[in-house]
């Protein structure tokens, strides 16, 4: 069966402080990936996706990044945060066939910066 | 790409009461439709889904219809329940286009 990790679930970063947050998938190859951003009561913002290793697609252009350095692991990165950089992070994956399939959520990470 | 526009929230409903979440959407293609939840601190969970124009997608009583005349998949509920409370979210998902959730509609049902 197919399973995605998402850690840590919750951190709190001074502003100025690097960080790093991983998602890995298992039970299948090559899925797309995917980075969201859900801010205090708002909708998910897409962030980042990647339909194979080392290829990213940007969203929105803002102080974070993302690396694909392995076919099921996806890292969200930013070397210095901000306060506005506090929310949820959820990184999700679909079956890379093309196909119309439902997408699979990690918990989640809750992030606050101070 | 893909967008949606979902009824925005929060939406307050008293128990056993009829709920509707409107849900319209543009896609590249012919896409499937999603509807989702998200329970408090949780990531996101598949509630229902159709692939095709008519079907209809029913899960724990949730109930909703492609429509791809009105390009739309507006969610429904008979008879809601406190643990009905959560964030719905509404996705058209077309292949290898990215995957667009709309802003999400929060849910309150009061006993």
């Known amino acids: 069966s197919q399973t995605i990790h998402q850690w840590p679930a919750t951190l709190v970063q001074p502003v100025g402080s690097p960080l790093s947050l991983e998602c890995t998938v298992e039970g299948t190859s090559n899925p797309n990936l995917y980075w969201y951003r859900q801010a205090a009561g708002r909708g998910l913002q897409l962030l980042f996706y990647?339909?194979?290793?080392?290829?990213i697609s940007s969203e929105v252009p803002q102080n974070l990044s993302a690396s694909r350095p392995q076919d099921r692991q996806f890292i969200l990165s930013s070397k210095k945060l901000l306060l506005s950089d506090s929310g949820f992070y959820l990184c999700?994956?679909?079956?890379?066939?093309?196909?119309?399939?439902?997408?699979?959520f990690g918990q989640g990470t809750r992030l606050t910066v101070v | 790409g893909n967008s949606v526009t979902q009824m925005e929230g929060p939406v307050t409903l008293s128990e056993e009461a009829f709920l509707t979440i409107n849900c319209t959407y543009t896609a590249t293609g012919y896409p499937s439709l999603f509807w989702y939840v998200q329970y408090p601190g949780e990531g996101l969970q598949l509630l229902l889904k159709a692939t095709k124009a008519d079907d209809k997608g029913s899960n724990k009583g949730f109930e909703a219809t492609y429509r791809k005349e009105t390009t739309s998949f507006h969610l429904e509920k008979g008879s809601v329940q406190v643990s009905d409370s959560a964030v719905y979210f509404c996705a058209p998902f077309s292949g290898n286009t990215p995957l667009v959730f709309g802003k999400g509609t929060r849910l309150s049902v009061i006993a």
């Open positions: 990647s339909v194979g290793i080392g290829q």
């Open positions: 999700a994956w679909v079956p890379g066939t093309g196909e119309n399939t439902e997408a699979f």
